[in-house]
């Protein structure tokens, strides 16, 4: 008997069916992202029910005979994800702003968007954080929050393309597209169908900030900024000044534990700290912290003690490093000069050389002397205000301060490395004793950290770190296709592994780069990465015989077929020479496929055989396709049933890329075998598969492949529109042997033919 979610996955899929739209279609005419429409579809995700009363509006069909099957679905436990809550913990001491706060919450409510401006330390974060976990409960989807770097000292601002690549990543969007717009198109669809409050926070200008507001929909952003958005259409400002004198009174009480005896008892006191903590937030509280750590001081000698410093934030700073030990001192010092976002103790430990054992306790006192905050338990962050402070005692008084940079750069550099061998990879044997989900989870959590570090190694000219940090994230880039920072960090990986005289590892950083080139399909600057690794003569078989292989694959798709046809030859022989038949395997498949596209469907039969014959579990996928479509126009039983094999390889091991590629071959087999309505349903069904994967190179022999299809069946106005988005999609990545084909394939569509 059928689960609930089978029986609802059934019941969409009728109306997709009964839509006659493709995936994007249906999405754009029910306004739904097609990325989620593909969940929906998929029985990946169980849609909320105002989805499912769009997708039958669609049709005309009346929603409430689905209502008790929907609802089955969402009791049996595959309902959406639980809520997502990236928001930094709410101050316990958080006071005043009661006007402030009611007014933001009120905006969000009527107008869906706020932008809070105001100086360096006067609370921005600190009431987006807190107005945000108020509002928590109306939003179901979860509150998301990135820092957006705008005034961080030493980093640069987080770009709009970047910034929109990690919000999308929040919501399990794992392979966005690569342009800016295209992906605030994505987000603003994402965004569309849920109910979810985003705090952008740290922001530069409004320029950095449009890109990444939601569009329609039941969703809310809330913007901190030191700079006032005027520009920004539909996001109204709110300014903070600085605490009243009651406002400011009362949290500098709270924060140095004073009585409200003892407060009104010190009025001058406290009067003359107000004044040099300038009502703002961040500096009362570091001056109530000194005060409370100094018990036989009364308010008057702090006054006191703030006055004999030259600067409003030099002085409160200052007064708060007196309280701490010398130790802690050079901890806050170094602190200034450690790259990334956040860090957790045994960063800071790697930092300042201390032991496991007190670096624990060193930063509990840095947090009671609110000098850094800690986000969650065991992750901390220092205000920009306090970092910039850091820095700049650093330089002055921290002559070591490079060779404790160099040491926290080797322990992310160990970090990653060990967390990377306990992950799965056809580059190991087999991966170290560990959990692979933690330490998957462990480069999601400090990646924007690591590429921080390599930033840094990169200006302190640490080639060893550089050379060797995108190696150990090799395993994280291509579960999630690349990131934007990937060939960028290959690149300067390979030139610092030259300037090290280490030609077999730029070798294999040049193949890295050229690999993530190709899959964004960009195929010359590919070809190029992968000759200039070949030029450097590999010593490692393994390594030539991949080289070999992944420029087979980049001359194939450039059209040079016999090139592609010797690659893949020599491949093979390395792969058989060094006893990797895995390997020989799919040097086979390609040797197979090329010699069918050269007119030997027999030969290409035979090559095919034996890459089956080689290889074990998903490493047959690529020779199952191969053979079921040269067996198309000879045993089309065999065919499908092989293609059908191939499938249920790369469902069973969750490979969406290869699910995608067997549905289009699929759908070729069909059409060569007469099949045309079931030809059509693989091929849209591969481009459901691919929409959330943004892989231009796969996409592009889809669009090829499903013209052709559409022609065959006489479908030309569709055949035409999937055409020209083959030559705008060759002509952006360059890749003029696909424009030329998708030319001539247009020249025959519009003939009629």
Request: glycine fraction near 10%; include cysteine; charged fraction near 25%.
């Amino acid at each position: 008997m059928s689960s609930p979610q089978e029986r609802l996955v059934a019941q969409l899929a009728r109306i997709k069916e009964l839509s006659g739209h493709s995936l994007r279609a249906l999405a754009r005419e029910s306004g739904l992202s097609s990325s989620s429409l593909s969940r929906y579809l998929t029985g990946r995700l169980v849609p909320p029910w105002e989805a499912v009363v769009a997708l039958c509006r669609v049709v005309g069909r009346d929603p409430r005979p689905l209502r008790a099957v929907w609802a089955e679905a969402a009791d049996a436990g595959a309902a959406p994800a639980p809520r997502r809550n990236d928001l930094p913990a709410d101050l316990f001491d958080f006071t005043g702003r009661e006007e402030e706060s009611a007014l933001v919450e009120g905006l969000l409510r009527t107008a869906g968007a706020v932008a809070v401006d105001g100086m360096g330390g006067v609370g921005k974060t600190s009431l987006a954080v807190h107005v945000a976990h108020r509002l928590a409960p109306g939003y179901p989807d979860g509150g998301l929050y990135l820092d957006l770097r705008g005034f961080t000292p030493g980093q640069e601002p987080l770009d709009p393309q970047a910034a929109l690549g990690r919000l999308l990543g929040a919501l399990e969007v794992t392979h966005p597209p690569a342009g800016t717009a295209e992906r605030a198109a994505l987000w603003r669809s994402e965004l569309s169908r849920r109910r979810a409050l985003v705090v952008l926070d740290n922001a530069v200008d409004a320029e950095q900030v449009r890109p990444l507001l939601p569009g329609a929909g039941k969703s809310a952003v809330l913007v901190t900024s030191r700079h006032r958005m005027v520009s920004l259409d539909g996001v109204p400002p709110v300014s903070l000044e600085p605490l009243a004198d009651g406002a400011a009174a009362r949290l500098f009480g709270r924060a140095a534990g004073l009585t409200e005896d003892a407060g009104h008892a010190e009025e001058a006191g406290v009067g003359q700290v107000l004044r040099q903590c300038g009502g703002l937030p961040l500096a009362l509280r570091m001056a109530g912290a000194r005060l409370r750590h100094r018990p036989g001081w009364t308010v008057a000698v702090l006054a006191e003690r703030l006055r004999d410093n030259a600067g409003r934030f030099d002085a409160v700073f200052g007064m708060s490093l007196q309280q701490l030990d010398a130790a802690q001192r050079r901890m806050f010092r170094l602190l200034g000069v450690l790259p990334g976002a956040d860090f957790d103790a045994p960063a800071a430990g790697a930092l300042a050389d201390l032991p496991p054992g007190q670096v624990g306790a060193v930063l509990e006192e840095l947090v009671d002397a609110h000098l850094i905050q800690e986000l969650t338990p065991g992750r901390y962050r220092m205000h920009d205000l306090i970092r910039q402070y850091a820095t700049d005692l650093a330089a002055d008084e921290e002559p070591q301060a490079d060779a404790a940079l160099r040491r926290v750069l080797n322990h992310y550099l160990a970090q990653a490395a060990a967390h990377d061998r306990q992950l799965p990879s056809p580059h190991r044997p087999e991966p170290a004793p560990g959990d692979p989900v933690r330490a998957m989870a462990w480069f999601d959590l400090e990646y924007v950290n690591l590429v921080a570090c390599f930033d840094a190694a990169v200006r302190l000219g640490a080639d060893e770190v550089v050379a060797e940090l995108p190696q150990a994230l090799r395993v994280w880039f291509f579960r999630h296709r690349g990131t934007d920072d990937q060939a960028r960090l290959l690149e300067a990986a390979a030139a610092a592994a030259a300037r090290l005289g280490r030609d077999q590892q730029r070798a294999g950083l040049l193949a890295e780069l050229g690999y993530a080139r190709a899959a964004a399909g960009r195929l010359a600057e590919a070809l190029s990465a992968y000759e200039l690794a070949e030029r450097s003569g590999p010593d490692d078989d393994d390594l030539a015989a991949g080289l070999a292989l992944r420029i087979g694959l980049v001359r194939r798709d450039l059209g040079d077929l016999e090139a592609a046809q010797a690659h893949f030859r020599r491949a093979g022989e390395l792969f058989e020479k060094i006893g990797r038949p895995a390997g020989r395997s799919q040097a086979l498949a390609f040797d197979g496929w090329v010699t069918l596209r050269l007119g030997r469907p027999g030969a290409a039969v035979k090559l095919a055989r034996v890459s089956v014959a080689l290889a074990d579990g998903p490493a047959r996928i690529t020779g199952l396709v191969t053979l079921g479509v040269a067996l198309a126009g000879q045993e089309p039983v065999e065919s499908l049933r092989t293609l059908h094999d191939a499938l249920r390889l790369a469902e069973q091991h969750d490979l969406q890329h290869h699910q995608a590629w067997c549905h289009n071959y699929l759908g070729v087999a069909l059409r060569i075998t007469g099949s045309i309505d079931q030809a059509l349903e693989h091929h849209r069904r591969a481009f459901e598969l691919l929409e959330p994967l943004a892989e231009a190179q796969l996409e592009i022999d889809c669009l090829h492949t499903f013209a052709e299809t559409c022609r065959v069946a006489g479908r030309h106005d569709e055949a035409l529109e999937l055409l020209d988005r083959t030559i705008a999609l060759a002509r952006e990545l360059g890749r003029p042997h696909d424009e030329k084909l998708a030319r001539a394939a247009r020249k025959t569509v519009r003939a009629g033919g």
